[in-house]
């Protein structure tokens, strides 16, 4: 079983790095049949990484969410999963660019992590774990993806004029990703709190993970403000997305490297 596992893992790791070149070239040299081609092959490596995730979970007996390898591979399985929604509901083809290498980069970050499978530490087995963990994974993604379109709106904005389709399309899917983010990130906040009264007696224990999820919570309330009651929109919010993001990955990756706590394991 092991060896199957490090043939899915690795073998999507591989594809998505190959989708990703070819999507890179297709675009850059206006090639459809390799931009074509890119989508294969990262579909096919969504599947292997898919199929690695429910074999995992049903060797572990649990959600394979439970430490910084699988949360990475989650995310990254979340940026995937979110691309390929984008695309096929609204023809985004075009966050490819970014999310490909993302979903590879990710990945590649979750394979510089011990991988052995181990049991649920007490504080982890409760009802909460899918919803707390799962909606903090897919968050990250929908944050990652916002700061792609924001990207894209800067690099568009040269040749278009400003009342163009394009930018308004654009900016709106920048700030629909925001907002189903900032909504699964709430989630994650309110349950993360209801499971540290159960687990450590306290709602809130000011632990580095939780004061950075409220530093990310607190940045995308500002753009929703912004946003929502100020009208704002175009240059200043694709800005925004995009300086977003490092936050985004240093409550992800930084506050577990450098700021060990409760949720070092996480």
Known sequence: MNTLMNVLFFGAIVLYFIGAVL???????????LTKAAWIVFLAGFAAHTVYLIVRGVVAHRLPLANQFEFATAFAWGVALIMII????FH?????VAAMPAAFLILSYAALQPREITELMPALKSAWFGFHIGSAAISYSC???????????L????????????LHQM???????????????TVT????AIWAEQAWSAFWTWDPKEVWALITWIIYAVYLHLRLRQKRSGKVMAWFAIIAVPVVLFTFVGVNTLMPGLHSYG
């Open 86 to 89: 984008l695309n096929a509901r």
């Open 23 to 33: 999507q890179f070239v297709g675009s850059s040299f206006k090639k459809p049949g």
């Open 92 to 96: 985004a083809d075009w966050i490819a």
């Open 143 to 153: 944050f990652i993806l916002a700061g792609a379109a924001g990207l894209r709106w």
């Open 189 to 192: 906040i309110l349950t993360g």
């Open 171 to 185: 900016d709106y899917m920048a700030y629909r990703l925001i907002a189903v983010g900032f909504l699964l990130l």
């Open 155 to 166: 690099l568009l904005a040269r040749r278009e004029s400003p009342d163009s389709r394009k």
